[in-house]
């Protein structure tokens, strides 16, 4: 069974750009979060999609915004790209019932220069 | 107040022996669920054991056992038999509350330990 596939890998932007992260969960898996870890504060969870719609969302301003499709594919999208939001973008897929365990993928590494 | 917290930045353990991770806890509601993550150097989570507030027995995963103490607010995960493939970060976390219309809170993460197992 394939993971969950982020793209890109790698991704070096300069300040107030845009960019859009892409998450493909487990066959099967309905529900995609989203996660920011950085050396300082650490895992921080973004917001939680359940088919096609948002279900939780946690304390980050609205520059940060996803979507999901019908496919369970999911996007994270962040506007007005600040040097604080250089981070590891970690994307994890589960059926979706509160306890199941969440699988991460590799996750996208975005550098703000 | 940190709602995980993981006390213990690093350890250093030899090869073969037994390891365990410290976790601690911080929730009202009753109804939660515990999970342990690995993260290697290349990045990726690697999901470990999972212990449910209601769950009686301590879980269990090859390896890996989860000493649940729920009074204390403990979640100690404790790997038998360490191997050098076990270096890593470890990770726990807790996901409080569930589906009554609000929705469930995502997975609130400790600081981590960096476990480094010596040959």
């Known amino acids: 069974k394939a993971g969950v596939t982020q793209t890109p890998r790698y991704l070096i932007k300069t300040r107030g750009q845009q960019v859009t992260l892409s998450c493909s969960p487990i066959s099967g898996h309905r529900s995609v979060s989203w996660y920011q870890q950085t050396p300082g504060q650490g895992l921080q969870f973004l917001f939680e999609?359940?088919?096609?719609?948002?279900?939780n969302k946690g304390n980050f301003p609205g520059r940060f915004s996803g979507r999901q499709f019908s496919n369970s594919r999911s996007e994270m999208n962040v506007s007005t790209l600040e040097l604080g939001d250089s981070a590891l973008y970690l994307c994890?897929?589960?059926?979706?019932?509160?306890?199941?365990?969440?699988?991460f993928g590799d996750g996208t590494r975005l550098s703000i220069l | 107040a940190q709602k995980i917290t993981q006390t213990q930045p690093g350890m250093f353990v030899q090869e073969k022996e037994a390891v365990t991770l410290d976790c601690t806890y911080d929730?009202?509601?009753?109804?939660?669920?515990l999970f342990w993550y690995k993260q290697p150097s290349s990045g990726e989570m690697i999901f470990l054991i999972y212990?449910?507030?209601?769950?009686?027995q301590n879980a269990t995963e090859g390896r890996y056992s989860l000493n649940f103490q729920k009074a204390r607010k403990s979640a100690n995960l404790v790997i038998s038999a360490s191997q050098l493939g076990d270096s890593a970060m470890y990770f726990c976390?807790?996901?409080?509350?569930?589906?009554?219309?609000?929705?469930?809170?995502?997975?609130?993460f400790g600081k981590g330990t960096h476990l480094i197992i010596q040959p």
């Open positions: 976390a807790m996901r409080e509350g569930g589906y009554s219309g609000g929705g469930a809170d995502g997975l609130t």
């Open positions: 929730t009202s509601d009753p109804s939660y669920g």
């Open positions: 994890a897929s589960s059926l979706g019932q509160p306890y199941q365990p969440q699988h």
């Open positions: 212990q449910g507030s209601y769950d009686q």
């Open positions: 999609y359940f088919s096609e719609t948002q279900r």
